[in-house]
């Protein structure tokens, strides 16, 4: 997600450790992974409902429990998955004590892997660079990840390379030579899910997660290009706002949008299953009201227009802009979005992992 600043410019991953120690052949670890995403993925004409609960400096590494169980209770449902980022600008160490607690609470740990400096947007990585990790160059900090990811003992969900088809991030081809860039993100993210792997991290879903639409819209910058292959990829995610902020004027229809960035990926990968990453819009934009928008997404997934959605997680935070008015997507402080989730929610085909 682009943060517009307005006004200025399982026990099969432990079985799988342990018989890698015996000499264990590849078709073992790949027979580990299988049953992890076996596990995670819901029947068919279900749904994984998850949620970003919301942090508070903004880097999306800090959330709490007290934060999930607030959304729970304006929604009416228990989560699947609490989604958050590891910014390796925080330290490189896999975030075993968030995983733990969220595991505790019957929910699947969903990491999205930040490899970068700093949280700025629109700029080039200095040390995590796309070519660096393809070279090898933090094979000790992954192998050290994916062993403590594997430790967990039960499957937990993982992407690299968020809405890479975004100039607003650094693994994006803009910043890393435009279409070799693509084909550098594709050597990275395959390099990320080979070495955590080897080290026993059979456990993780991985996600291939983009934008819902290619900013820039190139030719080299479309999403299809960075797609690492059907072999280390699990799901499918996407990410649909519409307001990100009070002053903002040009309103995302949910369902039109997703309409063209789903059959872009049923194209490109027609057997993985595909999740609503994330999604919101702001409860202040009044060109938008929050509510309508939502009931409007919300019956489209939980309806079962895209046949091939496993999952969505509203994205429910607050950040400050250079105007009085912050950004605002939590749901608890808007009745009618709140009303509208517990309807939608209701009766919806959700499952959870408890």
Known sequence: MLRRRFLAGSAAAGLTAGLAGLGAGPLMAASAHARAVAALTPARGRLLHGTYPGGFTGDEDDI????????????????????????????????????????????????????????????????????????????????????????????????????????????????????????????????????????????????????????????????????????????????????????????????????????????????KPVIVAEFGTDIHNRLEPAAPWADRALAAITGGRWPGVIGFSWWNETWPNDERTPTDLRVWKDAELARVFRQRLRNAPLVTHR
Request: proline share 4%; net charge neutral; aromatic share 14%.
């Open 64 to 271: 709490t429990l007290a934060q999930v169980q607030a959304y729970e209770r304006a929604v009416g449902k228990h989560v699947a998955w609490v989604y958050f980022s590891h910014n390796w600008f925080n330290g490189r160490f896999f975030p075993t004590d968030t995983a733990h607690w969220i595991i505790a609470h019957g929910s699947t740990p969903y990491v999205r892997l930040m490899m970068r400096s700093d949280s700025e947007e629109m700029k080039r990585e200095p040390r995590y660079t796309l070519k660096r990790i393809a070279e090898g160059r933090f094979d000790a900090d992954l192998t050290r990840w994916g062993r403590s990811a594997a430790a967990l003992g039960v499957p937990i969900i993982a992407e690299y390379g968020t809405e890479m088809n975004g100039e607003w991030f650094r693994w994006n081809g803009r910043w890393n030579g435009r279409a070799r860039g693509a084909e550098r993100f594709r050597a990275a993210y395959r390099h990320i899910v080979e070495v955590t792997r080897a080290a026993g991290a059979d456990n993780i879903v991985w996600v291939f997660h983009i934008n819902h639409e290619d900013a820039p819209h190139t030719r080299w910058n479309r999403f299809e290009h960075y797609y690492p292959g059907d072999d280390v990829i699990d799901w499918l995610g996407v990410s649909a706002y519409s307001m990100l902020g009070p002053e903002e004027d040009e309103p995302t229809d949910f369902v039109a949008t997703f309409d063209r960035a789903y059959g872009r990926l049923r194209r490109m990968a027609p057997q």
